[in-house]
């Protein structure tokens, strides 16, 4: 069955970096589309980035452009979200979630992960 | 920027009612519209795709309907473990990637 478990996660300071882990199985990983949606404690779903299958193309929330990256490895069956200048409003669980269907973007999201909390706070 | 409005934001049911929510887009999106379901302290599920087709392995109490700017969910003979929040998801302007504000449904 498909799994998605997110890692990564932790309290860190304004300005300071982090990366999150997204370890995926369960399905051919180098053929799905795949996202990063956070939510802020007690807040609704915002999307964050998204990476297509091969990597190539990459697409960014206004709100995170310039300050986040999204990369996979697909050897590894992994996503990463690097997160530099993190600021207060990016404090929320960070999930990570496959496109439904393969070889393509602009689906909905068949599979999330449980997420992992990201606090940033001084 | 497509904004999802849904209504109405909290609903309090009594089990075996019917749940009716509502999505509505800022502009067409055609069919692009999807319904996830999220318990507490747990990720989003995916229940509707496209509109209406419903994802596998979710009860058939469950379905959708709608397209261009307005969309529903709805749930027949509502069960105690159908509370959640309920948020609609659309794809249309791609990467413009938007979420509803969510719905709230208590069990009374």
């Known amino acids: 069955q498909v799994q998605l478990v997110e890692s990564g996660g932790g309290v860190v300071q304004p300005g300071r970096s982090l990366r999150l882990s997204c370890a995926a199985s369960?399905?051919?990983?180098?053929?799905?589309?795949m996202h990063w949606v956070r939510q802020a404690p007690g807040k609704g779903l915002e999307w964050v980035a998204v990476?297509?299958?091969?990597?190539?193309?990459?697409y960014y929330a206004d709100s995170v452009k310039g300050r986040f990256t999204i990369s996979r490895d697909n050897s590894n069956n992994t996503l990463y979200l690097q997160m530099n200048s993190l600021r207060a409003e990016d404090t929320a669980v960070y999930y990570c979630?496959?496109?439904?269907?393969?070889?393509?973007?602009?689906?909905?999201?068949?599979?999330w992960g449980q997420g992992t909390l990201v606090t940033v706070s001084s | 920027e497509i904004v999802l409005t849904q209504s109405p934001d909290f609903q309090s049911v009594t089990p075996k009612e019917k749940v009716t929510i509502t999505c509505r887009a800022s502009?067409?999106?055609?069919?692009?519209l999807h319904w996830y379901q999220q318990k507490p302290d747990q990720s989003p599920k995916l229940l509707i795709k496209?509109?209406?087709q419903s994802f596998s392995g979710v009860p058939s109490r469950f379905s959708g309907s709608g397209s261009g700017t307005h969309f529903t969910l709805t749930i027949n003979s509502l069960e105690p473990e159908d509370a959640a929040t309920y948020y609609c998801?659309?794809?249309?302007?791609?990467?413009?990637?938007?979420f509803g504000g969510g719905t709230k449904v208590e069990i009374k």
């Open positions: 979630a496959k496109e439904g269907t393969g070889y393509d973007l602009g689906g909905d999201f068949d599979y």
């Open positions: 369960g399905f051919t990983f180098s053929s799905f589309g």
């Open positions: 990476i297509s299958y091969d990597g190539s193309n990459k």
């Open positions: 502009q067409s999106i055609g069919r692009s």
């Open positions: 496209y509109a209406s």
């Open positions: 998801h659309q794809s249309s302007r791609f990467p413009g990637v938007t």
